[in-house]
C-alpha cells in the first residue's frame, strides 16, 4: 500500500507543479485581471521559441549525445512516426464512428494523430528530474530532456509534409466559396486587403496560433490557403495529356511550347510527385530549435568539441553557462503560456459534440494504451537501451500528450478550421491534466517495480 502511495505521488507531484506555472498564467492572462497583456504573452512566445528552447535543446542535447548514443537512440525518431501512424489509425476510426462534418475529415485524423512532442514532454521531464530524490538517478535531467530534444528534428519534417497537406482546404467545401466571390471580384478585392490589414495587426487573434510557433504566419507560401494539391490531381486525373503548370493556373495551355513537351515525356506520377514537392515548405523547417539540434548533435559527436564547449576548465564554458542560465527560462515561460492560451477559453467550433469527445477520448485515452504496447512489444525484441528506464518514459510520453498546440498556427496558415482547432487544443489541455497524470502513474508502476 506505502509503495503505491509512494508512486502516486512520485507521478502526481511533478505535475502539480508544472499546474502551478499554468495556473498563474491562466491569472494573470485572463480577461478580468488581465495583468499582462496578451501582447507580452505573444513576445514571450517568440522569445521562448527562439531563445530559451534552442538554449535548453543545444545545451543538454550536445553534452549527452555522442556517435555511439546516436545509434543506440535510433528508436526515438522512429516512435515519433510510429505513434504518428497509429494516431492516424484511430482518428479515421474516430470519423467512422463519430461522422464529423465532411469537412474535418482530414482534420479529425490529424487532429487525433499529431501530439505535442516539444513542451509538455520537455516540461514534465523536467518537472519529474527536477528533485535529488527523482526515480531515474542524477543524470535524469540532462538525459531526460535530450530525449526529448533529439525528436525535435523528426517532428519538424512531419510538420512541414503531412500535417501540411494533411491541413489543406477541402476543395469541396472551397469550390463552394469561390464561386460566390466570382460574382463581385473588385467589390471582394478590396474588402480581403483591408481583412488582411486588420488580421496582421489584430491582437484579438487567438494566442493558440502563436504559442508554440511564433511567426508561422510569416511563412505563407503561394496556394497555401488552397486546395491546390486537390485541384491538382483532379485536373491532371481528368486529362488525357499532363499540362504544365503555369498553363494550368492560368487556366490555357500551350501544346507546342517546350515546357508543355517536356512535361508530355515525364510520367503522370513522378509529374505529380514532383509538383507536390515544388509546394511543400520544407525549406521552412530550418528553424530555431531545429537548428539547436543539427548544432548540438554535430558538437556531440565531433571528437573534441564537447570539451571545448562544456566542463569547469572547457575554454568556452562562459557561453555554454549562459545559454544555461537562459534555458531555466524555457519551461516556466512554456507554462505561462499555456495558461495564458487556456485563459482564452475556446472558440465556436462546428466540429461538433461527438467528434470533439471521440477525438479526445482517442488522443488522451485509447493512444496512450497502444504506446504501451508498442514499447512493450519493442523493449521484448530487444529494440530499447537496456535497463534505462527514464528512455522508456521518454517514448512512453510521447503517445500520452494531447494534440500539438502547433496544429492551431498551421490551422491558420492555411486558413482552415481555425475555430475548431483552438477548441480542441483548449478542451485537450484541460483534461489532459487528469489523463497525463493517470498514465504517469501507471508508467511509473510499470517500470520502477519490474525493472
Excluded at 14 to 27: D, F, N, V
Excluded at 247 to 253: L, N, Q, V
Excluded at 254 to 276: D, F, G, Q, T, Y
Excluded at 381 to 388: A, C, E, F, R, T
Aim: aromatic residues 10%; negative net charge.
Amino acid at each position: 500500500m506505502d509503495s503505491t502511495r509512494d508512486d502516486v505521488v512520485d507521478a502526481v507531484f511533478p505535475l502539480l507543479k508544472l499546474l502551478s506555472m499554468a495556473l498563474i498564467g491562466l491569472i494573470i492572462a485572463h480577461p478580468i485581471v488581465q495583468l499582462v497583456p496578451k501582447a507580452t504573452f505573444k513576445t514571450l512566445s517568440k522569445l521562448l521559441f527562439m531563445l530559451f528552447l534552442p538554449c535548453l535543446i543545444f545545451n543538454n542535447l550536445a553534452q549527452s549525445i555522442s556517435l555511439k548514443n546516436l545509434l543506440l537512440w535510433w528508436f526515438i525518431p522512429v516512435n515519433i512516426v510510429v505513434s504518428t501512424a497509429i494516431g492516424c489509425i484511430l482518428g479515421y476510426l474516430v470519423t467512422l464512428f463519430c461522422r464529423p462534418p465532411p469537412q474535418f475529415f482530414r482534420f479529425t485524423i490529424i487532429m487525433t494523430a499529431f501530439g505535442n512532442t516539444g513542451y509538455i514532454p520537455l516540461a514534465v521531464v523536467s518537472s519529474v528530474c527536477h528533485s535529488s530524490d527523482n526515480p531515474f538517478g542524477p543524470s535524469c535531467y540532462a538525459s531526460g530532456v535530450a530525449y526529448v530534444s533529439f525528436t525535435q528534428w523528426v517532428c519538424i519534417l512531419l510538420v512541414y509534409t503531412l500535417v501540411y497537406h494533411m491541413m489543406e482546404p477541402p476543395l469541396e467545401y472551397y469550390e463552394i466559396v469561390e464561386e460566390k466571390q466570382d460574382d463581385d471580384d473588385d467589390e471582394l478585392e478590396g474588402i480581403n486587403e483591408i481583412v488582411e490589414e486588420i488580421s496582421v495587426n489584430d491582437l484579438s487573434r487567438p494566442l493558440l496560433v502563436e504559442a508554440e510557433w511564433p511567426g508561422m504566419e510569416d511563412k505563407e507560401i503561394e496556394h497555401c490557403k488552397t486546395p491546390f494539391i486537390a485541384k491538382l490531381f483532379n485536373s491532371i486525373s481528368s486529362m488525357s495529356q499532363i499540362p504544365d503548370l503555369h498553363s494550368m493556373e492560368e487556366g490555357h495551355s500551350h501544346p507546342n511550347s517546350p515546357k508543355s513537351i517536356k512535361c508530355l515525356a515525364e510520367p503522370r506520377m513522378v509529374r505529380k510527385m514532383r509538383i507536390v514537392a515544388e509546394h511543400t515548405p520544407i525549406r521552412n523547417i530550418l528553424q530555431p530549435p531545429m537548428l539547436a539540434s543539427v548544432l548540438a548533435i554535430l558538437v556531440g559527436i565531433i571528437p573534441g568539441l564537447t570539451s571545448i564547449a562544456f566542463g569547469d576548465d572547457a575554454p568556452l564554458s562562459f557561453i555554454t553557462e549562459s545559454l544555461d542560465m537562459m534555458a531555466a527560462a524555457a519551461v516556466p515561460s512554456a507554462m505561462l503560456i499555456l495558461g495564458g492560451m487556456v485563459a482564452e477559453g475556446p472558440n465556436e467550433s462546428k466540429l461538433g459534440l461527438r467528434t470533439t469527445i471521440g477525438i479526445i477520448v482517442a488522443r488522451l485515452l485509447i493512444l496512450p494504451l497502444a504506446g504501451i504496447g508498442v514499447i512493450f512489444l519493442a523493449d521484448k525484441w530487444d529494440l530499447l537501451i537496456p535497463g534505462d528506464q527514464l528512455y522508456r518514459f521518454v517514448l512512453l510520453l510521447q503517445y500520452t500528450t494531447p494534440s500539438a498546440l502547433l496544429l492551431g498556427a498551421i490551422a491558420s496558415l492555411r486558413g482552415y478550421a481555425v475555430g475548431e482547432a483552438s477548441t480542441l487544443l483548449f478542451w485537450q489541455h484541460v483534461f489532459a491534466i487528469f489523463s497525463l497524470a493517470f498514465y504517469i502513474v501507471i508508467y511509473f508502476k510499470l517500470l520502477l517495480s519490474f525493472s
